[in-house]
């Protein structure tokens, strides 16, 4: 396992002068706390209409008079029919379901504009602001700003699918915890138990987020699904997107594999060699 050593004074020092100016430090602090704060919110929407705990579906909560109170939280009230996976459902998971099918409704535009103020971190890194690869930074804002408007945006079919609802609990949850240890971080602070978060609420969390975004993508392919029988014609356009949605689709599987086992390993350099919560990690 690996090893992580204690920091010479000098050496603290000398990565003191590499950090950020004041400046751009209580920048890159204000950002991170601002988009904690946007993902926590999307997180509260979400959960609050998939749980009815507004009490928009029963009027019985009694959350409901404050909740309700509360600004841009309108109730997505259409409910669907019972379908074949509902039957295979406990009583308790058919309403949470058909709720899923409309969290589009209730934080879809609320996810587009907190996630869109990622873009931002491709130019800290350009800055030299932020130490993250630029081109693991370009594909991981890259894809989620494609799904945000390149495929739930351009396709209403994905806005009543239940996966849109595990998507955006996934990437919230992720974001929650990863913005607020990067401002902890900064302010030379690290709770242990965001610590703790960051490197293993991903066992879960990207197979759950990444496999919803796949699958949100093959939902948008039409008949026949995969394959070269998509015609060009009347819309060229429309057909070289469908054949894009395909190839992404098929990539996307490495792709979580790879970021999967990454972050193992990160886990790994973190927790391994008798390092002890609380103490400092070699990088963000």
């Known amino acids: 396992m690996a090893s992580i050593k204690e920091i010479e004074p ?30 926590s919110y999307v997180l509260v929407c979400t959960l609050v209409h998939l749980f009815d705990l507004d009490g928009s579906h029963s009027k019985s909560s009694a959350l409901h008079a404050w909740l309700t109170r509360i ?3 309108p109730a997505a009230r259409k409910l669907f029919a019972t ?13 949470v379901l058909r709720r899923a099918t409309t969290t589009y409704a209730r934080v879809g535009k609320q996810t587009a504009f907190v996630q869109s103020w990622a873009a931002l971190e491709v130019l800290h890194v350009l800055l030299g602001w932020v130490r993250s690869p630029l081109v693991t930074t370009l594909i991981q804002v890259g894809s989620r700003l494609y799904l945000v408007w390149g495929v739930t945006y351009l396709f209403p079919q994905t806005h009543t699918n239940p996966l849109y609802a595990s998507m955006v609990l996934s990437w919230s949850l992720t974001e929650v915890v990863r913005y607020s240890f990067y401002a902890c971080n900064l302010l030379g602070s690290e709770p242990s138990l965001l610590l703790f978060l960051r490197y293993t609420l991903f066992y879960v969390l990207y197979p759950t987020g990444a496999s919803s975004e796949a699958l949100l993508i093959y939902a948008t392919i039409p008949y026949p699904g995969l394959g070269l029988s998509h015609s060009f014609a009347p819309d060229a356009l429309a057909a070289v997107h469908t054949y894009v949605r395909q190839v992404l689709f098929l990539v996307w599987w490495p792709g979580l594999y ?11 350099k973190v927790f391994g060699g008798g390092r002890t919560l609380g103490a400092k990690p070699k990088t963000l």
């Open 258 to 268: 790879v970021m999967y086992t990454h972050m193992m390993k990160q886990r790994r």
């Open 83 to 95: 379908s074949k996976l509902e039957a295979q459902l406990p009583a308790w998971a058919v309403p």
């Open 10 to 39: 000098e050496q603290k020092q000398t990565r003191q002068k590499r950090g950020p100016p004041p400046l751009v430090k209580y920048y890159l602090v204000l950002y991170n706390i601002l988009s904690t704060l946007g993902w």
């Open 71 to 73: 600004p841009y939280l």
